[in-house]
């Protein structure tokens, strides 16, 4: 089953959150969203927001995961989203 | 007693019959004579799959991972596999041939393979994948109970090559007597990663549209070869719902400012209050930015690139609102991915919400520009 999560999680914790959300149909392809607490590079944290499956979301077990909208977790834990050039 | 008006009123009846009612405008006929585009119509719930390989249409309050292109019709095309089937399933896969090809697929396209099994001797489950080299495998992998008779998945090729077929009938021992890969036409817009699609929503006016949420949902057309002409027209519905600067509405490639013969679409532009259109050839110079539109608004935007014509045009709500002139180079428009909500699918993300996208090369004229605005407008409700 589908659930609504936002899952945000610390940039040294990324590439192993990536591997594991791999493993899950639809998990390829998460956490490439940069936050920060200024907005500025370098990101300290990741962040994806939508439907992923309930068997994804328990398998990310160092994450901050909410039922949130994404830009209220990001404000409970005080990020912003890296401001990129265009 | 008739008067003059009566008179020819009734002999033009009698010549040339009643005059037909008139014929309501349909995008359709920007593609008609084959001019290559993308028409993507959320108001259309039967062209949209919650999942970027499966056939599941979406409801209100789910997420989107594919939108079918309605620009070239939707009727798929004739059957291109080429393998012999029947394939025996056990518990070693597809004994007959292992990892058949079914077809060369082209890079930018879709296809509907429908798998049929018959003669079912087991009760467990038969894994499916179809494979092409690029192809993005969470999309194109699937399983499905050996109880199911006919099963269809959507496969979207990144790159040229073969699509090979593979099963494996773990606790099963089964017949697949049938695979057909028909094309799709036009060039689908879809997303393989769950947590970045679009959500189907309608509002107060019950007009259906994509939510992008400004963090990480988009999509992506593989690509589009836009190649023939110099000129590009873009029609987009938005509501932009949040005052950050670049957001993406469209891009064609994974970045304008390095390729030449793309252009990018934002809302807001470079201003908070803006929007804004960007179109080249091969010097990236094209640029129309309007201010006076503060968020939240929702809009009919209509971007109008000329390369040879030096003209970068940036409509809203029917009416020109800025151009730039500057010299955009030389060339054509660019062969490349298109990519919705998001630049690249990785950044400057769109807060907002898309009620309908269309995009179209070759030469437009006044009349059918007008005659889109007014129908996106229809499914916007922006004026």
């Known amino acids: 089953m589908d659930v609504f999560r936002t ?3 610390a940039a040294q914790h990324v590439q192993m959150a990536r591997d594991e959300a791999a493993k899950f149909e639809g998990g390829a392809g998460m956490f490439t969203t940069e936050l920060s607490p200024s907005g500025l590079a370098p990101a300290t944290a990741y962040i994806s927001s939508g439907y992923i499956s309930d068997a994804l979301a328990a398998a990310l077990s160092q994450a901050d ?6 830009f209220a977790a990001m404000a409970r834990l005080g990020l912003k989203l890296v401001q990129e050039t265009v | 007693m008739l008067g003059m008006t009566d008179l020819s009123l009734s002999l033009r009846s009698r010549l040339v019959g009643p005059a037909a009612p008139a014929v309501p405008y349909d995008p359709s006929s920007l593609f008609a004579a084959g001019e290559t585009g993308v028409w993507y119509d959320p108001s259309d719930l039967a062209m949209m799959s919650q999942q970027a390989g499966f056939t599941q249409a979406p409801a209100v309050g789910s997420p989107v991972g594919m939108i079918r292109d309605k620009s070239q019709g939707t009727a798929f095309g004739a059957n291109i596999n080429t393998a012999t089937v029947p394939f025996d399933v ?3 896969g597809v004994t007959n041939t ?6 060369q697929v082209q890079a930018g396209k879709s296809y509907r393979v429908v798998v049929t099994i018959s003669d079912v001797r087991g009760s467990g ?8 080299a690029g192809h993005w495998s969470n999309m194109v992998s699937a399983g499905f109970t050996s109880q199911v008779t006919s099963t269809t998945r959507y496969v979207h090729a990144l790159v040229d090559g073969a699509l090979t077929f593979t099963a494996d009938g773990a606790d099963v021992d089964n017949t697949i007597s049938a695979v057909t890969v028909e094309p799709m036409p036009g060039y689908q817009a879809f997303q393989g990663t769950a947590a970045s699609r679009p959500i189907l929503r309608q509002d107060a006016g019950n007009r259906y549209y994509l939510e992008f949420d400004g963090v990480d949902d988009g999509l992506m057309a593989a690509k589009i070869d836009f190649s023939a002409s110099d ?15 670049n957001q993406c509405v469209a891009e064609l490639s994974a970045t304008r400012a390095s390729t030449p013969g793309a252009f990018t679409m934002f809302a807001p532009g470079g201003s908070a209050g803006s929007y804004q259109f960007l179109s080249r050839g091969s010097a990236d110079t094209g640029a129309a930015l309007a201010s006076g539109f503060a968020e939240p608004i929702t809009s009919v935007i209509s971007g109008i690139g000329d ?3 030096d003209t970068c045009t940036l409509r809203v709500n029917g009416a020109q609102v800025a151009q730039g002139t500057a010299d955009q180079g030389t060339g054509n428009c660019a062969n490349q991915p298109l990519y919705v909500g998001r630049r690249a699918g990785a950044s400057l993300p769109l807060n907002g919400w898309l009620y309908s996208l269309i995009v179209r090369g070759t030469a437009i004229t006044a009349k059918q520009i007008t005659d889109t605005e007014t129908w996106v407008n229809g499914k916007t409700g922006a004026y």
């Not at chain 1, 995961?65 to 994404?70: F, G, H, K, N, Q």
């Not at chain 2, 292992?98 to 077809?103: A, E, F």
């Not at chain 2, 489950?125 to 092409?132: A, P, R």
């Open chain 1, 7 to 9: 899952v945000i999680i």
């Open chain 1, 65 to 70: 995961i909410s039922e949130e909208p994404p």
């Open chain 2, 90 to 92: 056990s518990n070693d």
């Open chain 2, 98 to 103: 292992p990892s058949p090809t079914l077809c």
């Open chain 2, 125 to 132: 489950t038969v894994g499916m994948s179809f494979n092409v």
């Open chain 2, 231 to 245: 000129k590009i027209s873009v029609f987009a519905g938005v509501h932009k719902a949040t005052a950050t600067i």
């Open chain 2, 307 to 309: 390369i040879a014509g």
